[in-house]
């Protein structure tokens, strides 16, 4: 299994995590034809319903000639396009702790999976760590020392501490299954079934892990790709981000 922590906006050796609200959390497993890549972040929505909203969502906060942003601009739109609000209302009031491997990781996407049955629901993923949620090392740096979340999780691997439940949401109906603006009803307290836990044991050079292309739509047998616009545009971005780091 291979997998890759990020921080959205905030390089590995950042003196201050506050403004590295946005965390995420992929990995992989099997191989071949029945290798899975799951994503997941911090965070159980995404900030734009489509790529027509996204897009708009981000020239809205273009800065003009001066360097800075338009606030009525930004305001304006984000009154026109609420459900662009979620993911930073979550995370205004869901902070993440100050560990990469001690916070809760979720999928945005429905996934529609399928039994030895034949039977299909939809899924979310939700990864959530063992252990106590935010728990700081006895030995951890402050969270504003250079380099805290690369060293602090660096730390909890090399001390065997990084553990992760991996869970299957099931669905009910009438579901938003094609809104990833959206949370389900009562997902935290959601049926889930269990799949599995994850052991992180070791580390990879940026390099090895800059080298593996991640795709989401890489998914084994039984688990179809999430029917919501979004999803569908994730493999050829990832493609061109994946390009640009090499």
């Known amino acids: 299994m291979l997998a890759r922590?990020?921080?959205?906006?905030?390089?590995?050796?950042?003196m201050n995590t506050d403004r590295c609200s946005l965390r995420g959390f992929?990995?992989?497993?099997?191989?071949?034809?029945?290798?899975s890549e799951i994503f997941t972040q911090n965070a159980p929505v995404h900030f734009a319903r489509t790529l027509d909203q996204m897009l708009a969502f981000l020239?809205?906060?273009?800065?003009?000639?001066?360097?800075?942003?338009?606030m009525a601009q930004v305001e304006a739109f984000s009154a026109a396009n609420p459900e662009t609000l979620h993911q930073a209302s979550y995370l205004a009031v869901h902070p993440p702790p100050a560990s990469l491997a001690c916070t809760t990781y979720w999928g945005v996407h429905a996934f529609p999976a399928t039994n030895a049955k034949g039977e299909t629901r939809f899924i979310k993923f939700k990864v959530a760590p063992v252990g106590d949620e935010?728990?700081?090392?006895?030995?951890?740096?402050?969270?504003?020392?250079?380099?805290f979340l690369r060293g602090e999780l660096e730390a909890r691997i090399g001390a065997r501490d990084v553990r992760f439940s991996v869970m299957a949401l099931l669905d009910r109906p009438g579901d938003p299954v094609m809104?990833?603006?959206?949370?389900?009803p009562d997902e935290d307290a959601r049926e889930a079934v269990r799949l599995g836990t994850i052991v992180i044991t070791g580390t990879e050079s940026d390099e090895a892990c800059d080298g593996s292309a991640f795709n989401p739509a890489n998914l084994a047998d039984g688990i179809?790709?999430?029917?919501?616009e979004m999803f569908?545009?994730?493999?050829?971005?990832?493609a061109i981000s994946q390009a640009r780091r090499r």
């Open 26 to 35: 992929s990995f992989r497993l099997g191989s071949g034809d029945q290798r």
């Open 224 to 228: 179809g790709h999430p029917p919501d």
């Open 232 to 238: 569908a545009a994730r493999s050829a971005a990832y």
């Open 59 to 70: 020239q809205a906060r273009m800065p003009g000639p001066d360097g800075k942003q338009d």
């Open 5 to 14: 922590f990020s921080a959205d906006g905030c390089p590995p050796n950042a």
């Open 134 to 147: 935010g728990r700081p090392p006895e030995d951890a740096a402050t969270p504003e020392s250079p380099g």
């Open 179 to 184: 809104d990833v603006t959206e949370r389900w």
